[in-house]
Every structure is written in C-alpha cells, then in structure tokens.
C-alpha cells in the first residue's frame, strides 16, 4: 500500500478500539445531529458480524423493535461512534450470525458466554 494513503488512514484511527466479538450484546451511543443541535443516541443489539480492517472496518448490530427487526451498520473508528459498551458476552461459533434474521422469539438470542 501506498504510505502516504497508509499515513493518512493511521491518523483516522482510534486510539482505543472498543473491544467487543461477534455475538455481544452492545450497546452503541452514537451522535446524532439534527438542525444545529447535536444529541447521542443508544442503539442496544447483539452484534451480528464485523468485517473488514483498519479504517474500513464497520460492525453490525440487530436489535428486535416492537416486532420488528432493525439492523444498524457502523464504522467502527467513526467519530460519530461515540462508545460502545459490552453489556453480555455471547456464544458464537461463526463469524457472521446471518441465521438470526429469520429467527423469531427466543430462538433469535444468543447463549451466554460463561467464562
């Protein structure tokens, strides 16, 4: 890779990624900006997969919202991520829970990883 590209995507990061896996149920405050007034807003799901690296690398999270299921992708060195916290660590034997989509009711959580 080019090192000025490599430099200028090293400035990006974060200093501290938040630490979190595939199965996790998070909960992300992001900010939101609406008119000239700026407020976080918490989105708590299970996280379905993470792909990518460096820079480019996002995160997914699926939550159920009356009945419905919400699914939010973000950047994870995004300045518009403002933290995320670990609220369950979960069980997860593949690096993409894509199944989960068409599961309903308590077959659509995750086991709790018991360390």
């Known amino acids: 890779m080019n090192t000025i590209i490599k430099n200028i995507e090293d400035a ?4 501290q990624a938040p630490e979190f896996r595939v199965g996790d149920t998070v909960r ?8 000239n007034r700026e407020r976080i ?8 997969k993470k792909q990518g ?3 480019r690398a996002t995160f997914t999270v699926r939550k159920i919202s009356n ?6 992708t ?14 369950r660590r979960g069980k997860a034997r593949r690096a993409k829970l ?18």
């Not at 009945?67 to 939010?72: H, M, N």
């Open 53 to 55: 690296t460096g820079v």
């Open 28 to 35: 992300v405050s992001a900010k939101i900006k609406e008119g």
């Open 12 to 15: 990006q990061l974060k200093a």
């Open 67 to 72: 009945g419905v299921g919400v699914e939010k």
């Open 74 to 87: 973000w950047p994870l060195h995004s300045p518009i991520v403002e933290k995320v916290e670990v609220v």
């Open 98 to 115: 894509n199944y989960l989509r068409q599961r309903t009711g308590k077959a659509a959580k995750v086991k709790e990883l018991v360390r």
């Open 41 to 48: 807003q918490v989105f708590e799901g299970t996280v379905l």
